[in-house]
Structures are given as C-alpha cells and as structure tokens.
C-alpha cells in the first residue's frame, strides 16, 4: 500500500510539473509577443526613409560667438578639454586652458600649438567646446577660420553627441564640418563617423575640396543638418552629402543633440603620418566667427 501511494503521489507530482512547464511556455510566448513591437537602444520603429521637406534656416543666428573681445574665450559659451592621453589618434599635444593656446584679440579666436614641455608632452595647445552651452539638434553651422601652416598640424572644426545616448564612440556619431593636415596642405576635408560609417573600419563617408589658400585667407565652412541629411559647404559649394538611410542608430545616430569643438591637434595618427616639422611652431589657427542658425520647422 505505501509502494502504491508514492508511485501515484509521484505520478501527480510529475504531471503538475508538466502543467507547471506549459503554463510559463505560454507566459513567455505572450511576453515575448507583446514586447516585440517595442525598438532596443538605438533602433528606430519606423525604419522609413524620412521625406525631405526642403528644410531652411533663420536668418539670424540664435546662438554664435563674434569674438568681440580681449582675452580668454568667452566662458558662457565655450569649455575646454584638458589633458595629454592621445585623444584615441595618438597625438603629441597637452591641451591647456591657457591663454596662450586659446586667445581672443582683434575680433578673432586664436588657438595655438606651441612647442614646449606640458605634462608628459612636447606641444601644448586648446580644444574649445561648447557642450552644455551650445547644444544643438539640426540647423546651420557655419565657422570661418584661416588655418595653420606646416607638416604635423591637425586643426579641425567638428561635433560630437553631448549626451553619447546610443554609446561611446562611434556608436553616437561624429560630425567633423572641417578637418586639415599640414602635410596635405589643399586638401580640406569633411566628414562623418558612425557605428556602420566609421574609419577603423575603413567604411567612413568624407567629401573634401581643394583650396590652395586655406592657410594663407579666411574661408566659410558650413554645416546644414536636418532629419534627412547632413550637408557640408565650403565658401557655399556643397562638397559633402550624408543621407540618413532610415535604418538604425547604426547608420544615423543625428537625431540627438551635438556640441562644437574647435581644436588644433599635433601629430597623431592621421596628423602625424609625415612626421612632424618642428621649426613651424607656434602654429595657429584663427577663427573669425562662429554661427548657428535654427532650422526651422515644416
């Protein structure tokens, strides 16, 4: 009788495991279902190629810096990164907040790379950002600046995420509106980086223009960024088209907000290809203004 009771005690307990098992099978496939509509990090719900509404711009910029005025950038409206880790590209510059690297005179910006021994480098120089006093989301980007001379310099005029919603980079993208290297002195370039567009995987998008005076005279470059592409302009010839795709935060992470930067690299990777001309510094590239127009809505 006791053998008898525990085969059936043992034959229930096997069949409410079962029923156990197919209760939560069927829990899961409704969880999974009702889940399926809604986008992981950085996925768009509506992979639809957006329609170009033939975007413009205000007239009257809502946020820029003339520079009309002596000493140190204007603090309301530019920040600095500090430091002499390589920046990611391997470059040979301490970047300072001193004066002698980012000076306002004479209605212009000047930052300088100089050549002397800051913290565990040989050059020091300045990054200007504006991150968390100009951030923008679309619009009309426009700097005009004169470039540094000489093999080894690496100026450019770009933006970056301010808040790195879909990751580090380049998951959360890059702008660059302009970049040089002295060593390929015509050659003035713009850029974008992404998670599927990007240089370490040899994949990024770039357009660029051959000016010979871009050291020598101030030129216009510029910046029209809506939801459907990113438009780049040297002296108001388009040189660079980026479609947004419609796909995923892969492809076009620019529908977050972005800052400015403003800086002069040494060396590095892509600076320092050639190797770097020490009798040319103190380098410096001189900006004139900076413009940001609001895109205005359809």
């Known amino acids: 009788m006791a053998t008898c009771m525990l085969a059936i005690d043992e034959n229930n307990l096997f069949i409410q495991i079962q029923k156990m098992r197919i209760y939560a099978l069927i829990i899961l496939t409704f969880l999974t279902s009702s889940c399926s509509t809604s986008s992981p990090r950085g996925t768009s719900a509506d992979t639809q190629v957006?329609?170009?509404?033939?975007?413009?711009?205000?007239?009257?910029?809502?946020?820029?810096?003339?520079?009309?005025?002596?000493?140190?950038?204007?603090?309301?409206?530019?920040?600095?990164?500090?430091?002499?880790?390589?920046?990611?590209?391997?470059?040979?510059?301490?970047?300072?907040?001193?004066?002698?690297?980012?000076?306002?005179?004479?209605?212009?910006?000047?930052?300088?790379?100089?050549?002397?021994?800051?913290?565990?480098?040989?050059?020091?120089?300045?990054?200007?950002?504006?991150k968390n006093k100009g951030d923008f989301l679309y619009g009309r980007i426009e700097v005009r600046a004169k470039l540094p001379v000489g093999r080894g310099t690496w100026p450019a005029i770009w933006m970056l995420s301010t808040d790195w919603e879909y990751g580090g980079w380049p998951e959360s993208g890059e702008i660059d509106i302009m970049e040089h290297v002295g060593y390929d002195p015509n050659n003035v370039l713009?850029?974008?980086?992404?998670?599927?567009?990007?240089?370490?995987?040899?994949?990024?998008?770039?357009?660029?223009?051959?000016?010979?005076?871009?050291?020598?005279?101030?030129?216009?470059?510029?910046?029209?960024?809506?939801?459907?592409?990113i438009r780049c302009y040297f002296d108001n010839e388009l040189i660079f088209t980026f479609i947004n795709e419609g796909k995923t935060f892969a492809e076009w992470p620019f529908d977050k907000r972005f800052h400015l930067l403003l800086n002069?690299?040494?060396?590095?990777?892509?600076?320092?290809?050639?190797?770097?001309?020490?009798?040319i510094f103190p380098a410096t590239m001189v900006v004139d203004h900076v413009r940001v127009y609001k895109m205005i809505e359809q």
């Open 50 to 130: 957006p329609i170009d509404k033939n975007w413009t711009f205000e007239n009257s910029p809502h946020w820029s810096d003339e520079f009309n005025y002596l000493g140190k950038p204007d603090s309301s409206k530019w920040g600095y990164d500090l430091g002499g880790d390589g920046w990611g590209n391997n470059e040979l510059q301490h970047y300072t907040n001193d004066i002698k690297n980012a000076k306002v005179e004479n209605g212009q910006l000047h930052i300088t790379a100089i050549k002397e021994k800051t913290g565990e480098r040989d050059y020091s120089s300045a990054r200007l950002i504006s």
């Open 190 to 229: 713009s850029s974008i980086h992404t998670k599927a567009y990007n240089h370490g995987i040899g994949t990024q998008k770039s357009g660029g223009k051959n000016i010979p005076t871009a050291m020598t005279d101030f030129h216009d470059y510029r910046l029209d960024w809506t939801p459907k592409a």
């Open 264 to 279: 002069l690299a040494v060396g590095g990777n892509w600076g320092g290809a050639k190797g770097v001309d020490e009798t």
